[in-house]
């Protein structure tokens, strides 16, 4: 099955191809709908050429079906079909309609609050893998999707049980590969919470493109492979602080410095306590939402000045208001006013 086509419209078994979602590792992933169950599903579709190469395709399936988690997307089965005169091995899975955090970067639409959010829950599906004895080894904005605001990790096609050694030839997502991935022949729990930190700081920092920021960073390349990107990286000037320490701790260049668990990971954002949920109408305006409360920041290009107002459900609360000289100290004022309500 060439990875490169598009078979949507024909039927594999008892699926039929409703439509491409992308290419996974290793295989083609379709949305299809199930004809003997009359249900959508997700089924990655994957050549095999002999029996060591279907069992390999077996046990990927295996490992996400010990996963049975509400944020992990479900793996229902594995079967052997034929497609084209060609063996296939698919993958049944849960289909989640909701897209992918990558499409929501791209898309501008990941508040802070909802990143923790997000994030909290994805934390509580990877501590559940984890206590399965699985490790990943693939996260990434793409390979986290949200059903009815539910997120859940997805595409474990690159997992391993900790029992497993590690070697030079092992796949990895690499520009979320822990430095020490590359020495180490132990994986440990710290190499998929480097990982869940670097999809955090993209989301927070609304980056889709990792390798171009990198790019425009200087000494990026060099700090990605040593583990030292988020280190050095700046935050864009709304992410609270509190937020930015757990991301750092996260993403240590050294393991014995990061999160011991995804759940002590979880735990320090629960401290954190939401207050406004502001979201970007554009650069100059952005509103926020707390309960049944609406908020407005501006900032306005007047003669003589440039003034950030701020709104308290329609109303102009003029203690806050204030006039700058500048473009870019009124920006400043805005950001650090969006950042210290942010949270509690």
Request: hydrophobic residues 35%; proline residues 3%; charged residues 25%.
């Amino acid at each position: 099955m060439d990875n490169r086509c598009d078979y949507s419209g024909k039927n594999i078994g008892k699926y039929h191809l409703v439509k491409k979602l992308g290419n996974g590792h290793f295989g083609s992933v379709y949305l299809a709908q199930d004809l003997i169950l009359n249900t959508d599903k997700a089924i990655k579709i994957m050549d095999v050429k002999n029996a060591e190469e279907a069992l390999k395709s077996f046990n990927e399936a295996a490992l996400p079906y010990k996963c049975n988690h509400d944020n992990i997307a479900k793996i229902n089965d594995g079967i052997l079909e034929v497609f084209e005169s060609k063996p296939v091995f698919i993958v049944d899975m849960e289909y989640v309609s909701g897209g992918s955090i990558q499409s929501m970067i791209e898309n501008d639409e990941l508040s802070i609050i909802g990143s923790i959010m997000i994030m909290k829950g994805i934390l509580f599906g990877l501590q559940h893998s984890h206590d399965q004895d699985i490790l990943h080894r693939d996260i990434k904005p793409a390979n986290i999707l949200v059903s009815n605001g539910t997120p859940k990790l997805t595409d474990f096609g690159l997992a391993m049980t900790f029992d497993q050694d590690l070697n030079e030839n092992d796949l990895w997502y690499i520009l979320h590969m822990a430095p020490e991935c590359s020495v180490e022949s132990t994986p440990t729990v710290q190499m998929d919470i480097y990982a869940i930190g670097m999809t955090f700081f993209r989301m927070v920092n609304n980056i889709a493109n990792l390798n171009n920021y990198v790019l425009l960073l200087k000494n990026g390349k060099k700090y990605l492979d040593e583990g030292k990107l988020v280190q050095n990286a700046k935050f864009m000037p709304y992410v609270p602080q509190k937020l930015i320490r757990v991301i750092r701790k996260a993403c240590n260049c050294d393991p014995q410095k990061r999160f011991t668990s995804a759940s002590e990971m979880r735990d320090a954002l629960e401290k954190m306590t939401p207050n406004i949920n502001w979201k970007k109408d554009n650069e100059n305006h952005w509103y926020g939402i707390k309960d049944t409360d609406t908020y407005d920041i501006f900032i306005l290009a007047k003669r003589s000045s440039f003034d950030v107002d701020i709104k308290h459900n329609g109303r102009r609360n003029t203690a806050l208001c204030k006039k700058f000289s500048t473009y870019e100290e009124a920006e400043k004022y805005f950001y650090k006013h969006i950042a210290e309500t942010t949270l509690l």
